[in-house]
């Protein structure tokens, strides 16, 4: 049996110390915070409930293969895209569906769809062999000799989409996939339009309360398998000789010994204040950060006709937008604004009669303070710009509250807000970002910034990956077998 420490309780620590435990090690979870979850986390406000990081759930089968037996929704309609033209797009969970609103938004485009949703697929399959099949370093045992081709080596996200649409309507469509990593689709490597494939092939799903509801599941697993959790501990520094950790310090001064860490927090932050590496933070820095988001919460008088669970409403510059997040660094002046409102599936999130609106906008990491206006006005601006586009809110705004960067980086320990660690830059990109295995023997990491990547399937096939490491480490160097 050995001595794991697992730092920050977000949902790749949360299933590696799951899985340690049942694998018969003693597992201590130190958590800074007084809750488990990560990014799985909410707000509430006069009777009003906000989920602060993702609204919906794909690849519930990693979830349930854990123990987790919450009842899900699956989603009809994924989401609804509106253009600065004034036209939508409905992607609905269905692929016959889906093709058929493509051929009525762009007639001829049917079928371009259908090829591109059929690549999706290829590349997904190309990808759970590989990219997703373990850690970074360790040569996949199920891998074809045409996957990498599978990928579209070379190309971006946006090539991408060129290659397969003329409508520059379904090109801006395809290109909204970069931001599920936090990246610019001009540079984001193609891989990231096997996206599709999972919402059209294994759907969309909520959770009846919101999502935070699975971090409470996934912590009553944990209790069950005697993983010991601290919260409200922080963890100020990973311990290490020259060439192994050996615990952990925590804000109090104690001192706790291990034989594993594994560190579910921000590379940039494990590297940088926990067992610095300067090498490490510049390889990192030369990737760059990913983009941060700013939220609008606001408390919604009425019922909105027509409204879907998610909606994104598309700026009228695509190109201009990301040039402002990435090169410019400033908020977008003219911003794509995702919407979220559980209410309409869930009448618990919001009081009677009304309803609950996340609006979130891709913007810099970095310090907002910068910013050429404060957060206030800049939520101003995300609410004009829905009014001019058919998200006229005046008159039934209850309340407005903001999350701006800073509150992200506070919040999550994420240095600038930079959500999902670095950029995806280069067809390489996905095998640039920090691996799961450290420097330092009994070193680990898991979490959105490190391999597979952000998003609550990946970060928990990540946690996944990382028990499997220790479990093939641990042995060997504390001569005991684990149960």
């Known amino acids: 049996m050995a001595e794991v420490i697992v730092v920050g309780g977000g949902v790749g620590g949360m299933v590696a110390a799951l899985l340690l435990a049942r694998g018969g090690h003693r597992v201590r979870l130190y958590e800074k915070l007084d809750r488990l979850g ?17 609204s919906l759930l794909t690849l519930p089968e990693v ?11 699956e989603l009809d309609e994924l989401c609804r895209y509106r253009f600065a033209d004034g036209s939508e797009l409905r992607a609905y969970r269905d692929p016959a569906r889906m093709a058929a609103e493509v ?34 370093g360790r040569r996949p045992e199920q891998a074809r000799l045409g996957d990498l081709r599978a990928v579209a080596p070379g190309r971006t996200l946006d090539g991408l989409a060129r290659r397969f649409f003329r409508d520059p309507r379904l090109r801006q469509y395809v290109g909204r996939y970069a931001t599920y990593a936090g990246s610019s689709p001009y540079r984001a490597p193609a891989a990231l339009g096997c996206v599709p494939a999972i919402e059209h092939g294994d759907g969309g799903w909520y959770v009846r309360g919101g999502l935070p509801r699975l971090a409470d ?15 409200g501990a922080e963890v100020a520094e990973v311990t290490a000789g020259p060439s192994a950790v050996s615990g952990v310090v925590l804000a109090s001064g104690e ?63 695509y190109r201009g937008e990301f040039a402002d997040i990435f090169g410019r660094r400033v908020p977008p002046h003219d911003p794509t604004v995702y919407i979220g409102c559980s209410a309409v599936d869930d009448p618990s999130q919001a009081p009677a009669g009304a309803e609950n609106w996340v609006m979130l906008v891709n913007v810099p990491a970095g310090d907002p303070g910068r910013w050429p206006m404060t957060p206030d006005a800049y939520g101003d601006r995300v609410l004009e710009t ?37 950029a995806y830059r280069g067809a390489l990109a996905p095998f640039r970002r920090p691996g799961n295995r450290g420097p330092r023997r009994g070193l680990y990491l898991v979490g959105g910034s490190a391999h597979p990547g952000g998003g609550l399937p990946l970060v928990a096939m990540g946690g996944r990956i990382v028990a499997s490491l220790v479990q093939q480490d641990m042995p060997a160097r504390t001569g005991t077998e684990a149960r």
């Open 386 to 422: 829905l009014a001019r586009r058919g998200h006229d809110l005046s008159g039934r705004l209850r309340f407005t509250e903001t999350f701006t960067p800073a509150d992200l980086s506070e919040r999550y320990g994420a240095p600038g807000g930079a959500i999902y660690g670095t």
């Open 63 to 73: 979830f349930r293969e854990l123990g987790v037996t919450r009842e899900l929704v």
């Open 255 to 317: 001192r706790v010994a291990a034989d594993a860490v594994v560190v579910n927090a921000d590379a940039a932050a494990l590297y940088g204040r926990l067992l610095p590496d300067r090498r490490r933070l510049r390889r990192m820095a030369r990737l760059g950060p990913s983009s941060s988001a700013f939220l609008l919460l606001a408390g919604v008088t009425g019922r909105t006709e027509g409204l879907p669970h998610h909606s994104v409403v598309f700026s009228a510059d």
């Open 38 to 54: 990560g990014k799985l986390a909410e707000r509430e406000r006069d009777g009003f409930a906000f989920s602060l990081g993702p």
């Open 217 to 231: 599941d996934l912590a009553c697993l944990l209790l069950g398998a005697g993983v010991d959790v601290r919260t």
């Open 103 to 136: 051929e009525r938004l762009a007639p001829g485009e049917g079928a371009s769809w259908r090829a591109f949703h059929q690549w999706a697929a290829t590349c997904l399959d190309a990808s759970r062999r590989t990219f997703f099949a373990g850690p970074l």
